[in-house]
């Protein structure tokens, strides 16, 4: 049985030919399902292991990022049945099943609770990613460093990371210092701005593009099957998406972005197929 | 009613108070910011705090009330709102939001409204307040907005309630019927009141045509009279608007040259040199033609690789962009989108470009009425751009920001977007398309409203004191992404014949294109969904409302095609269908409202008759000293606006959306050195890639419009091939914004400006033949003036020249910073006395005469030259010359690699005694910086042997950049920190 992933389009993601690609270059079957397709109920959740929520902007971010897509998936019913989209996905998660959304997908998450979902809670949310500090849209690749300890399965490995953000509301906020006490003793701030030079996190902008409290980039849920990321993966999966492919000739062929997602697509073969 | 919690930083209200303290010097101590939602519905209380407490707010840092104010701890507080019938995206998103909560639509005419509560604290007084809300908080075209003092605020009940729903009135629909049997001033009086902006001579051939008793019995057959109605009149002059016209490229021209005495005739410039170069390059190619659809379409096709097509075009959106930057541009973005998406059978978008002509942010002077201050210009068009570009998933690849004082009298804002298409879609070429009779009109997207009203006829015009308000906009990225994401569907299962965007002249315009296929349409204006009720037959005809296709859908797949379109929430409504009748036939509620003869439609526009007499202007060449001091020369040049970073606008714009863009804007060690040009690769399964880049010298216009055109041309190619594009492999796209050039009490010197249209296009010609280069698309924006009161400001003639092409293998591509230290730089190209119309000269005042001539022949040589020494991977590093010349060109070299380089001006090849600061500043065209590994000298230099081809140093390990003058003394030495830093300085913070 092959692995089976789908990303979920339309209302205004951007990046789901991309994250498709990267799915099948780590070894997934991946379709592409317009959201319309599961409210027809002519897709289901049920028959994929690996869930993407790419990155864009649904409906436009017009209610502040990603509310408004959280919003539908929450109350819109699929054809044919009780059920909205969002019982579907606590149903993928109860059985065990990978969810990664990056950048507007990473919001929509936070935004329906699915992140950090602390206490294995995925309804509640209690953190938000808000505006950046220096107020609009930047598109700049920065250093991140993984927290070994962390139970995140997309980063087992992992220990520098170098990817583009591209948003205007990347800025992690914590509910309450109780939150972001858990969030890290937990090891769930899988990922964070680092100084390039250090690897030690970061305030300091541009390293720190948003001003994101505690330098938090991603998360996870304690699972770890659950994730989430403001930079984006799937924009390195080979040499000449690296900004300085050109003169740095040591660069391996693969961009450092697919390992997350062979490690998905391994985790799901060893405890999914 | 949504504010941010006590504690959280709002960088929104932030960034208003900086953006208040640069443009007005009002220094606040805080400025906040509170959204509210109006919602006009039938809701329960209930109904209403789920959806506050829900979709409208974030509960971690945000505080939520319904009916009750939030603002507290303020001075004054201005909230600002749209005007009725402004697009608020905002609120359609709320009202969606609402629906999927209470799983019951909107009835009709029930709406959410948003606006925006500005806290503003600190010493400031009603009338402060007033110039930050007029001057930068809000437009007044398309906005409103409240002051209160915290002194008069209502702290229990907050504002008063304000709907801005759109009152339709008493006044009845009704289609006018305009008696054209009149004196001549009576019509010009139509054509003025009615914004026709038809002339004297066009409304006496409506006159004749009403008058003709033919026509006037075919009327009657169809319930007419012999007067004209409402809707035809506006249709008559939609369709023979300059801006859809292009009367000034069609005119008949008679050309004198007082230098060489020549006297000629042109019929057409469009048809004399445009198209004559396409059509004389595409017999010359034969079998390696790359064309496959030229000018016809609403962008230009060529071919890419065996299964896919590229499609490129750029428009231009100046005058809406001059009333409101933001407004203008966004909807100037994703109004290109639809072009080149509704190309052949329709083509997905790949990448947009954007290039600006500003004038200088820190303009100081006073403004003559009307004008918006450069500073707001730039921020509101970049600000829209970002919004249109960013949220359509549109990377943006390419660009640049030219500054002229003039450009204050209208901003050029060009939009362009690249798309890629199957070759085959179903069995039949992607690039072609036919609407065919019997197919119904098919409108989908947003829905009409007076948005936009008279944009074709008010382009068409000068920036005038009654330039109409409903010209402006508001763009909605995701209503068309909806459309987009179900159209390509729809093109992939067959499900329509052509398709086709609504831009100016909306249905008139698409309609009555499509319907030049079949020759003839009938259309029922009164089926179209409108946005409120009360439009007037003609104002569905012509409204530019965005967000909107029209689509020949054969009538076996209109259900199919219907069915799909409600699944993914995209409206789509039968309007009618096409016919052979002939006739250009609405009906409203049954009723026929126009009965225009195709023909007379198309074809009845009288050419226009236009004289041009070229007298060269009274220039010379400055005596100049030689500078004291290179350094700061050079950091002055650095420093200047044309030549300096654009990062703070780059960043805005995401240019790696898709994962194809293998050569991005910004490149170099810290990703901060600017690209020539742009290299997307757009299939994951293939290395093939797209090069894009531009070129755009208006400053060159002062001397001759030829040789700016020449230049503009080589610029384009010459950044093309630095980083990899095949010169063999290539289209241009010429977009033209001009001063009127056309004689008048208005435009006394029309003369001249005409003449300086003909020798750009002569220049067109020659140099897109020389360097073999076909046009595909192209367009022209000619009346770029502002005229009220004696204050005349005319834009310097302006040729934006576009280049799409291909890279056989993107990991040949190739980038501007200097690699490694060893490496030898080579400068190839001649340079000559040419500082005419120089970035050196202009820092200093002067215009000078000598403008840079381009040598096609050698040019084209030595960039296949280039082309075979990226393919054998000899090539390091690549930057074209161009504003600032060698001395810039270097200095970004260096910097962008953190590497020193060390250059000796006696190597350099150049013609005639020229002076160090000359060699280091003329702008002599078609020259590459290059640098080559030592290891690949020999092969590099054989591969040019017999052409210009210099080393004039090499790169090294410390990072400054080292001069020796043609005398032999070192001539300056300067820090890369230092050079990057004046570079970087004058834009970081806007």
């Known amino acids: 049985m092959n692995v089976k992933a789908l990303v979920i389009a339309g209302n205004g993601t951007n990046c789901e030919r991309e994250v498709s690609e990267a799915c099948r270059l780590a070894g997934a079957e991946c379709d592409i399902v317009h959201v319309a397709e599961l409210l027809a109920g002519r897709a289901r959740l049920d028959d994929y292991h690996f869930l993407n929520l790419a990155g864009g902007f649904l409906d436009g971010d017009d209610l502040g990022s990603a509310k408004a897509g959280a919003n539908r998936l929450r109350h819109a019913r699929v054809a044919g049945s009780d059920e909205t989209v969002a019982d579907q996905l606590q149903r993928f998660i109860a059985a065990g099943k ?77 509910a309450s210092s109780e939150v972001l006490a858990a969030i890290e003793a937990r090891h769930l701030a899988v990922l ?59 660069l391996p062929e693969e961009g450092m972005g697919l390992q997350l997602y062979r490690n998905a697509v391994e985790f799901i073969r060893n405890n999914l197929l | 009613m949504a504010g941010l919690k006590d504690g959280v930083r709002d960088a929104r209200g932030e960034r208003v108070r900086r953006e208040i303290r640069e443009h007005l010097g009002i220094d606040l101590a805080s400025v906040r910011t509170v959204d509210v939602y109006t919602v006009d519905a039938q809701l329960s209380e209930a109904e209403v705090r789920a959806a506050a407490l829900g979709p409208f707010c974030d509960p971690v840092v945000q505080d939520v ?86 002194g008069e605020y209502d702290a229990e009940r907050g504002l008063p309630v304000f709907v801005p729903k759109v009152d339709v009135g008493a006044h009845a629909i009704a289609v006018q019927e305009i008696d054209l049997d009149v004196s001549d001033d009576e019509l010009m009086q139509i054509s003025k009141a009615g914004m026709l902006a038809l002339t004297l001579e066009e409304m006496k051939i409506i006159q004749a045509h009403a008058a003709d008793p033919a026509v006037q019995a075919e009327r009657r057959k169809m319930g007419l009279g012999a007067r004209l109605t409402d809707c035809e009149l506006e249709a008559l002059a939609q369709t023979w608007s300059e801006h859809c016209k292009h009367k000034i ?42 064309c496959l659809s030229v000018f016809k379409d609403n962008a230009g096709v060529i071919r890419f690789t065996d299964d896919w097509s590229l499609v490129f075009k750029v428009e231009t959106h100046n005058s809406p962009s ?205 089926r179209a969904p409108l946005k409120y009720p009360g439009l007037q037959p003609w104002e569905i005809l012509i409204s530019e409302a965005q967000e909107r296709m029209t689509v020949a859908v054969p009538p076996q797949h209109l259900e199919a095609f219907l069915k799909l379109a409600g699944e993914m929430d995209v409206e789509a409504t039968d309007l009618g269908c096409f016919t052979a009748s002939g006739y250009y036939h609405c009906l409203y509620q049954g009723k026929t409202v126009t009965w225009l003869p195709m023909d007379f439609l198309h074809d009845g526009v009288p050419q226009l008759r236009i004289p041009a007499r070229w007298t060269p202007p009274a220039v010379a060449e400055p005596q100049l000293p ?175 020249f576009s280049v799409i092409g291909k890279v056989e293998d993107v990991r040949r591509a190739v980038t501007m910073d200097a690699k490694t230290p060893g490496d030898l730089v080579y400068l190839l190209g001649t340079t000559r006395d040419e500082l005419g119309g120089s970035e050196y000269y202009a820092r200093l005042g002067h215009t000078g005469r000598n403008v840079p001539q381009v040598d096609a022949s050698s040019a084209l040589r030595r960039y296949r030259t280039v082309n075979a020494a990226q393919a054998r991977g000899l090539i390091a590093s690549c930057h074209d010359l161009s504003d600032g010349g060698l001395a810039v060109a270097l200095a970004e070299t260096a910097f962008a690699g953190d590497r020193g380089l060390d250059i000796d001006l006696r190597r350099v090849d150049a013609e005639g005694d020229l002076a160090d600061w000359q060699l280091l500043f003329s702008e002599s065209a078609s020259r590459l910086l290059v640098t080559v590994r030592n290891g690949d000298r020999a092969a590099f230099e054989e591969l040019f042997a017999g052409q210009s081809c210099a080393c004039i140093g090499r790169v090294t390990a410390v990072p400054e950049l080292r001069i020796v003058s043609r005398a032999g003394d070192m001539l300056m030495v300067a820090a890369n920190d230092e050079l990057k830093a004046a570079w970087q300085a004058p834009l970081k913070e806007l």
């Open chain 2, 626 to 800: 030689e500078p004291q001091d290179y350094v700061a020369e050079l950091k002055g040049l650095l420093g200047s606006l044309n030549v300096c970073s654009k990062e703070s606008v780059v960043r805005r714009y995401d240019h790696e959306v898709q994962a194809g863009t293998v050569v991005k804007p910004l490149t170099g060690v810290v990703n901060d050195g600017p690209s020539d040009a742009a290299v997307v690769r757009p299939l994951p399964d293939s290395f093939a890639g797209v090069a894009v880049a531009h070129g755009i010298c208006p400053r060159y216009s002062d001397i001759d419009t030829y040789h700016m055109t020449a230049n503009a041309i080589d610029e384009a190619l010459r950044n093309y091939v630095a980083v990899g594009g095949d010169i063999d492999h290539v289209a241009g796209l010429d977009n033209f914004c001009w001063c009127d050039p056309v004689k008048s009490d208005k435009t006394p010197d029309g003369e001249y400006k005409a003449a300086q249209l003909v020798r750009s296009n002569r220049a067109l010609y020659d140099y897109c033949l020389a360097f073999g280069v076909p046009l595909i698309s192209g367009k022209d924006s000619m009346k770029n003036d502002y005229q009220i009161g004696d204050t005349k400001i005319s834009i310097p003639p302006t040729l934006l």
């Open chain 2, 249 to 290: 490229f069609a005119a008949h021209i008679a050309y004198e040259d007082t230098t060489t005495g020549e006297k000629s005739e042109i019929n057409s410039l469009f048809k004399s040199y445009i198209v004559r170069a396409t059509r004389e390059l595409r017999e010359r190619a034969g079998e390696n033609d790359i």
């Open chain 2, 322 to 526: 001059a009333l409101d930057p933001y407004g203008g541009a966004l909807t100037g973005i994703v109004g290109v989108n639809r072009d080149s998406f509704g190309t052949g059978k329709g083509a997905r978008l790949l990448f947009n470009t954007d290039i600006f002509c500003f004038a200088s942010p820190f303009y100081e002077k006073p403004l003559p009425p009307r004008l918006l201050h450069p500073r707001r210009i730039f921020e509101g068009v970049v600000e829209g751009v970002e919004h249109g570009g960013n949220k359509s998933g549109i990377p943006t690849v390419n660009g640049s920001i030219v500054f002229d004082e003039r450009f204050a009298g209208k901003p050029l804002v060009y939009c362009g977007t690249g798309a890629i298409m199957p070759t085959v879609v179903n069995g039949q070429p992607g690039h072609e398309k036919q609407a065919n009779v019997g197919d119904r009109i098919v409108m989908v997207g947003g829905r009409i409203g007076k948005d936009g009203i008279h944009g074709a006829t008010f382009s068409s015009e000068e920036l005038h004191e009654g330039s109409p308000v409903t010209a402006v906009q508001i763009g909605d990225p995701i209503t068309q992404k909806r459309m987009f994401d179900f159209l390509i569907i729809a093109r992939d299962r067959g499900l329509y014949s052509s398709i086709t965007d609504n831009g100016a002249g909306g249905l008139s315009s698409s309609v009555g294109e499509m319907s030049q296929d079949t020759g003839g349409f009938e259309m029922h204006l009164d």
């Open chain 1, 192 to 250: 964070r701005y680092c100084d390039p030079a250090t690897g030690a996190p970061t305030m300091e902008y541009p390293f720190n593009p948003n001003g994101s409290v505690a330098a938090i980039a991603g998360i996870c849920d304690e699972t770890g099957r659950l994730f989430g990321l403001m930079p984006h993966p799937e924009a390195y999966v080979h040499r000449t998406h690296h900004p300085r492919w050109t003169r740095q000739p040591e």
């Open chain 2, 65 to 150: 009330s319904v009916d009750r104010p939030l603002p507290r701890d303020f001075d004054i507080l201005v909230e600002v709102g749209y005007r009725p019938g402004v697009t608020d995206n905002v609120g359609r998103t709320a009202k969606e939001a609402i629906q999927y909560l209470t799983g019951r639509p909107f009835a009709a005419g029930e709406a959410v409204y948003t606006s925006v509560q500005y806290l503003l604290k600190g010493r400031i007084d009603v009338a402060a307040a007033e110039r930050i809300a007029a001057g930068f908080l809000a437009n007044g075209l398309i906005q409103r907005w409240t002051i209160v003092p915290s």
């Open chain 1, 98 to 174: 990978l969810v990664m959304g990056v950048c507007n997908g990473f919001q929509l998450m936070v935004k329906m609770g699915l992140l950090p979902a602390l206490g294995g809670d995925h309804l509640t949310q209690s953190a938000t990613l808000t505006f950046n500090d220096g107020g609009h849209f930047e598109d700049r690749w920065c250093e991140l460093s993984v927290d070994p300890d962390s139970p995140c399965v997309f980063t087992r490995g992992l220990d520098r990371l170098y990817f583009p953000v591209r948003h205007g509301e990347g800025k992690f906020v914590p």
